[in-house]
């Protein structure tokens, strides 16, 4: 019998350790449908480990604990329930811009939690292993993202696909220049000839220059589920850069799309989007989460 779930209309998963190319999974995936006891709320989360998976794990095991621990130590349970910040949406946009707006409550205690589970594996002594971490909380009226490293999430807003999140690549000019103003370099697209990504967990042994920092935002979902012009958003796709460095935004959403379209089971059109990347050929670990946000019934 299917999970009946609260939080969203439904939730596809697939992953692949891609033996050809990767000696293991370093990939940890969580879901949790009914988050802090509210019927309305989901915590969906991808961290995705380099040098190991010990810092996936551990994050994987522990960031949600700290998250609600948080939530509780400040009363903010009520927030779980009825978000009624002034969350910023995606309208008009096909990618974050560069400055994002002020983080709603939640996003800061999503930060608190990222910067506790960062200490953890300070104390653990995760010198030189590290993780990205991409989280999605779903609440009744917004989505709560946050981004550390780069794993991705994107919006298919009817059928058009919006970046929810910052890539942070030791490419990214802003981040060379945070970087090197750090007292570090950036070689061949690495800090410090070292790791791709600029920010993630872990990694103590250059940690003043791969900093846990997130990107913070906050979407809304209501009134309606629909932007000015009508158009419904539909799913989002939760990802780890193994997916990304071979599928662009909207080559993702418009196999999920057509799948969901076809079959209404985002399992199998998460496991369409893992087969794309695969037949193209990338190199990583494969993990995507899909959620479903409305009817497929209702999209135009």
Not at 81 to 93: F, K, S
Not at 136 to 158: K, P, Q, Y
Not at 263 to 290: C, H, I, M, R, Y
């Amino acid at each position: 019998m299917a999970l009946r779930l609260t939080s969203v209309i439904g939730i596809g998963h697939a992953e692949d350790p891609n033996p050809r190319f990767r000696k293991q999974m370093e990939d940890v995936c969580i879901m949790i449908d009914k988050f802090g006891n509210s019927p309305t709320t989901g915590f969906y989360a991808v961290y995705d480990g380099h040098g190991g998976q010990d810092a996936a794990r551990i994050a994987g095991d522990n960031l949600h604990r700290y998250f609600l621990e948080q939530i509780i130590q400040q009363k903010q349970e009520h927030l779980l329930e009825a978000n009624d910040t002034a969350p910023q949406g995606l309208r008009g946009e096909d990618r974050v811009p560069e400055t994002p707006p002020p983080p709603s409550p939640l996003g800061l205690l999503l930060q608190q939690a990222i910067e506790r589970t960062d200490e953890v594996l300070r104390q653990k002594n995760v010198l030189y292993t590290g993780c990205t971490a991409l989280i999605a909380l779903v609440t009744r009226n917004t989505i709560e993202f946050a981004s550390v490293g780069d794993s991705r999430a994107v919006i298919s807003i009817a059928g058009k696909a919006f970046r929810c999140t910052n890539d942070h690549k030791a490419s990214d000019k802003g981040e060379i220049e945070r970087i090197k103003a750090a007292g570090g370099v950036v070689t061949f697209g690495r800090v410090n000839g070292f790791i791709s990504v600029s920010r993630a967990l872990g990694d103590h042994c250059i940690k003043n220059l791969v900093i846990c920092t997130p990107f913070l935002r906050s979407y809304s979902r209501y009134p309606s589920s629909v932007d000015q012009k009508g158009e419904p958003d539909e799913f989002v796709i939760l990802a780890c850069d193994g997916i990304w460095d071979v599928v662009t935004d909207q080559e993702s959403v418009d196999v999920v799309r057509k799948c969901l379209k076809e079959t209404g089971s985002p399992q199998k059109a998460a496991f369409e989007l893992k087969s794309l990347a695969l037949k193209n050929g990338t190199q990583d670990n494969l993990t995507v989460l899909v959620l479903l946000l409305r009817e497929v019934s209702s999209w135009p």
